[in-house]
């Protein structure tokens, strides 16, 4: 699912409805090019995985302080971050790039939750 950041409380309350998701920050403006290029790409990632990664969309015009806060200089700029944390960030448009990150952050959580499991698994018997 994507949302569109309003301000800071709205982002505060995204993040912390994300829980231990992925969540990708779109850091964009109406304006650029490359911004609308890559923005089915990510509606993409979205909705095939709805399950784990959460996508917060930033328009940096209309949330300038945000974008500051995360010291964006360049649109697109993706902030990834796990459990309110920045993991990674990626400036530019390359949706190659943007699908292997979303991809290495997700089978990343899948092996330590399947550690997890057999950790637990092994504890009870």
Same mark, same amino acid.
């Given at each position: 699912?994507?949302?569109?950041?309003?301000?800071?409380?709205?982002?505060?309350?995204?993040?912390? @409805?994300?829980?231990?998701?992925? =969540? =990708?920050?779109? !850091?964009? +403006?109406?304006?650029?090019?490359?911004?609308?290029?890559?923005?089915?790409?990510?509606?993409? &990632?979205?909705?095939?995985?709805?399950?784990?990664?959460? #996508?917060?969309? &930033?328009?940096?015009?209309?949330?300038?302080?945000?974008?500051?806060?995360? @010291? #964006?200089?360049?649109?697109?700029?993706? #902030? !990834?971050?796990?459990?309110?944390?920045?993991?990674? =960030? &990626?400036?530019?448009?390359?949706?190659?790039?943007?699908?292997?990150?979303?991809?290495?952050?997700?089978?990343?959580? /899948? =092996? /330590? @939750?399947?550690?997890?499991?057999? &950790?637990? @698994? +092994?504890?009870?018997?």
């Amino acid at each position: 699912m994507i949302y569109n950041i309003q301000d800071k409380k709205d982002l505060e309350k995204h993040l912390a @409805n994300a829980g231990g998701n992925l =969540v =990708v920050l779109d !850091f964009y +403006a109406t304006w650029c090019g490359p911004c609308k290029l890559i923005a089915p790409q990510l509606e993409e &990632i979205s909705t095939s995985h709805s399950d784990v990664v959460v #996508v917060l969309k &930033i328009n940096v015009d209309d949330c300038e302080e945000i974008a500051m806060d995360y @010291n #964006v200089t360049s649109m697109p700029t993706f #902030v !990834f971050m796990k459990n309110r944390k920045i993991i990674d =960030v &990626i400036v530019g448009g390359n949706s190659e790039n943007l699908t292997k990150n979303v991809e290495k952050y997700i089978h990343h959580e /899948n =092996v /330590n @939750n399947a550690n997890t499991q057999a &950790i637990d @698994n +092994a504890d009870g018997e």
